[in-house]
Antibody
Framework: EVQVVESGGGLVKPGGSLRLSCAASGFSFSSAWMNWVRQAPGKGLEWVGR??????????DYAAPVKDRFTISRDDSTNTVYLQMNSLKAEDTAVYYCSNRAVPFWGQGTLVTVSS | QAVVTQEPSLTVSPGGTVTLTCGSSTGAVTSGHYPYWIQQKPGQAPRTLIYDTNNKHSWTPARFSGSLLGGKAALTLSGAQPDDEADYYCFLSYSGARVFGGGTKLTVL
């Protein structure tokens, strides 16, 4: 079964850090370009960033609001993609999802709440 | 950064046909933008209906189809059912970035 499972969310203070994980299964992860997407409460979907496959250089790209604060990495040995979030702000509060074209049903996401 | 535009809301009658569109501030949407269409119902995780303009997943109901129409990406629903009431997001790829549209709230009434 093709699926992704996000984890690692929680409550963090402004300025803090958090690392999210996304465990993938059922598709060729090593060749997959993986996206992180977020959804603030009551709002639409927002692209956060993407990591290409290692064979495509492992290049990362980020949305402007998170550039220089967030870092995406991957571990093909465990089929896991990570989102390291630093200098968190209240506006980063959202459910975070990972996605790829091979995955029709997204995971449930992981909730990140940034609040003092 | 590019802005992706969608109709904020649309209404379709049960059994009717409706087309949702997805435009880009940079110009015409092409297959090179690899348009996705994503469905999200209240309280649920998103589901990808269409990827790369017109490719369906195995779960995608046959009544949904994707295309390029008049310089935009389009999602056509033929034979709407009450279960199709949801938010629909398009998602375009640009060099070094991807951008979601603001979503279309589809009401089946």
């Amino acid at each position: 079964e093709v699926q992704v499972v996000e984890s690692g969310g929680g409550l963090v203070k402004p300025g803090g850090s958090l690392r999210l994980s996304c465990a993938a299964s059922g598709f060729s992860f090593s060749s997959a370009w993986m996206n992180w997407v977020r959804q603030a409460p009551g709002k639409g979907l927002e692209w956060v960033g993407r990591i290409k496959s290692k064979s495509d250089g492992g290049i990362t790209d980020y949305a402007a609001p998170v550039k220089d604060r967030f870092t995406i990495s991957r571990d093909d040995s465990t089929n896991t993609v990570y989102l390291q979030m630093n200098s968190l702000k209240a506006e980063d509060t959202a459910v975070y999802y990972c996605s790829n074209r091979a995955v029709p049903f997204w995971g449930q996401g992981t909730l990140v709440t940034v609040s003092s | 950064q590019a802005v992706v535009t969608q109709e904020p809301s649309l209404t379709v009658s049960p059994g009717g046909t409706v087309t949702l569109t997805c435009g880009s501030s940079t110009g015409a949407v092409t297959s090179g933008h690899y348009p996705y269409w994503i469905q999200q119902k209240p309280g649920q995780a998103p589901r990808t209906l269409i990827y790369d303009t017109n490719n369906k997943h195995s779960w995608t109901p046959a009544r949904f189809s994707g295309s390029l129409l008049g310089g935009k990406a389009a999602l056509t629903l033929s034979g709407a059912q009450p279960d199709d009431e949801a938010d629909y997001y398009c998602f375009l790829s640009y060099s070094g970035a991807r951008v979601f549209g603001g979503g279309t709230k589809l009401t089946v009434l």
